[in-house]
C-alpha cells in the first residue's frame, strides 16, 4: 500500500506536498478549501501550477481531495439538496483543475426521509455532478460511513446499492476508513475475520472498486457506530487489524492515508504521524 497522510493546506495548498515528502509520504489527502465553509476563492492559476510541479518534485504518487463536511446529497430539503449538489460539482472541478486522482466524499444522511429515499438522493446528485462535469476525469470515492444517526453508506451493500444506481463505473469507486468499517460492525482484527470481511466486500462492492483507504484506529468497539479516531495500534482495532491491509497484494499500489489525531507541537505538528506511518510500514512483510 502507498502510505500518507491528510495534509493542512493553511501554509498554502501549494505547500501541501513539501510538508508530505517532510513526513515521508508516498500519497497525500487535502482539502481544496476550508471544509466548514461552502464558498471559497477560486484556484489562481499560479497556486495550481505550484501544486502540480511541487507534487511532482516531491515525488507524490497520488493525490486525493476530500470534499467539504457541510455538503449532504442525501438531504430530503430542496434547498439544501441544490446548495449541496452545486457545491459537489464545484469540488470536482477544483480537484481536476489539481490534479488529483480522486475526490473523496461522505455519501450523506437522509435526516428522516429513509433509507430508500436517501439513498436515491445520493445517486441522483452524484449523477447530476458528473454529468455537468462530462470532461473531468478525477474519480468520486464514496467514503464508507460510521452509521451515526441517518447516515448512509455504512455497509458494502449501500455501498454497492449507490455505486449501481450512479452507473458510473469509469469516475466512481470507495474509499474505506478503517474506523469506520470498524464501527459499522466489520471485524477484521484475525486472520479469519479478514477474509470474512474482504469475501463480503468482493461479493458487493468488488475489491476493484476500492480505490483508497483512510488508515485509523478506532476508539471505540466493533459496532459501536461512533466515529472517534486514534491513532495506529491505540485504539480498538490495534496493530493486528492493520497487519493485513497493508499485505494484501490486492491493495499493493492503493493510497492508504492517515486522518489520526495530531499530537505534535509548533515545531512539529506531524510528529504523531510520522509515528503512525512508522508503525504501519513496521507492518509490512519483508519480501
Same mark, same amino acid.
Not at 20 to 44: E, H, I, Y
Not at 56 to 63: A, N, P
Not at 144 to 162: M, Y
Given at each position: 500500500?502507498?502510505?500518507?497522510?491528510?495534509? +493542512?493546506?493553511?501554509?498554502?495548498?501549494?505547500?501541501?506536498?513539501?510538508?508530505?515528502?517532510?513526513?515521508?509520504?508516498?500519497?497525500?489527502?487535502?482539502?481544496?478549501?476550508?471544509?466548514?465553509?461552502?464558498?471559497?476563492?477560486?484556484?489562481?492559476?499560479?497556486?495550481?501550477?505550484?501544486? #502540480?510541479?511541487?507534487?511532482?518534485?516531491?515525488? %507524490?504518487?497520488?493525490?486525493?481531495?476530500?470534499?467539504?463536511?457541510? %455538503?449532504?446529497?442525501?438531504?430530503?430539503?430542496?434547498?439544501?439538496?441544490?446548495?449541496?449538489?452545486?457545491?459537489?460539482?464545484?469540488?470536482?472541478?477544483?480537484?481536476?483543475?489539481?490534479?488529483?486522482?480522486?475526490?473523496? /466524499?461522505?455519501?450523506?444522511?437522509?435526516?428522516?426521509?429513509?433509507?430508500?429515499?436517501?439513498?436515491?438522493?445520493?445517486?441522483?446528485?452524484?449523477?447530476?455532478?458528473?454529468?455537468?462535469?462530462?470532461?473531468?476525469?478525477? #474519480?468520486?470515492?464514496?467514503?464508507?460511513?460510521?452509521?451515526?444517526?441517518?447516515?448512509?453508506?455504512?455497509?458494502?451493500?449501500?455501498?454497492?446499492?449507490?455505486?449501481?444506481?450512479?452507473?458510473?463505473?469509469?469516475?466512481?469507486?470507495?474509499?474505506?476508513?478503517?474506523?469506520?468499517?470498524?464501527?459499522?460492525?466489520?471485524? =477484521?482484527?484475525?486472520?479469519?475475520?479478514?477474509?470474512?470481511?474482504?469475501?463480503?466486500?468482493?461479493?458487493?462492492?468488488?475489491?476493484?472498486?476500492?480505490?483508497? /483507504?483512510?488508515?485509523?484506529?478506532?476508539?471505540?468497539?466493533?459496532?459501536?457506530?461512533?466515529?472517534?479516531?486514534?491513532?495506529?495500534?491505540?485504539?480498538?482495532?490495534?496493530?493486528?487489524? =492493520? #497487519?493485513?491491509?497493508?499485505?494484501?497484494?490486492? /491493495?499493493?499500489?492503493?493510497?492508504?492515508?492517515?486522518?489520526?489525531?495530531?499530537?505534535?507541537?509548533?515545531?512539529?505538528?506531524?510528529? +504523531?504521524?510520522?509515528?503512525?506511518?512508522?508503525?504501519?510500514? +513496521?507492518?509490512?512483510?519483508?519480501?
Amino acid at each position: 500500500m502507498l502510505l500518507g497522510a491528510h495534509i +493542512s493546506i493553511s501554509g498554502g495548498i501549494d505547500q501541501a506536498p513539501v510538508e508530505a515528502r517532510k513526513l515521508g509520504c508516498d500519497v497525500m489527502q487535502v482539502f481544496s478549501k476550508n471544509q466548514q465553509q461552502w464558498t471559497a476563492n477560486p484556484l489562481r492559476p499560479e497556486v495550481v501550477e505550484r501544486f #502540480r510541479v511541487n507534487v511532482k518534485e516531491q515525488r %507524490i504518487q497520488s493525490v486525493g481531495i476530500h470534499t467539504s463536511y457541510l %455538503i449532504n446529497l442525501g438531504s430530503p430539503q430542496p434547498s439544501l439538496q441544490e446548495r449541496s449538489r452545486a457545491a459537489f460539482k464545484e469540488e470536482i472541478e477544483r480537484a481536476e483543475a489539481l490534479g488529483a486522482t480522486h475526490l473523496i /466524499f461522505h455519501p450523506g444522511a437522509h435526516t428522516g426521509s429513509g433509507e430508500a429515499a436517501g439513498l436515491a438522493s445520493i445517486a441522483s446528485g452524484v449523477r447530476w455532478a458528473l454529468e455537468a462535469t462530462g470532461g473531468c476525469k478525477v #474519480r468520486v470515492l464514496l467514503e464508507i460511513a460510521a452509521g451515526q444517526g441517518t447516515t448512509l453508506g455504512c455497509s458494502f451493500e449501500q455501498l454497492a446499492h449507490l455505486l449501481t444506481s450512479i452507473d458510473a463505473p469509469q469516475r466512481t469507486g470507495v474509499c474505506i476508513d478503517t474506523c469506520h468499517l470498524f464501527a459499522c460492525g466489520y471485524d =477484521f482484527r484475525s486472520e479469519k475475520d479478514y477474509r470474512a470481511t474482504l469475501e463480503k466486500l468482493e461479493d458487493t462492492v468488488g475489491v476493484k472498486n476500492v480505490f483508497a /483507504f483512510h488508515l485509523n484506529d478506532a476508539l471505540n468497539e466493533l459496532g459501536s457506530r461512533v466515529d472517534r479516531h486514534a491513532n495506529i495500534g491505540e485504539g480498538n482495532i490495534g496493530l493486528s487489524g =492493520f #497487519r493485513p491491509f497493508l499485505n494484501d497484494k490486492r /491493495f499493493a499500489s492503493t493510497p492508504g492515508y492517515l486522518e489520526t489525531p495530531l499530537k505534535g507541537d509548533k515545531a512539529r505538528p506531524y510528529a +504523531s504521524y510520522e509515528t503512525d506511518l512508522k508503525t504501519l510500514r +513496521s507492518l509490512v512483510k519483508k519480501k
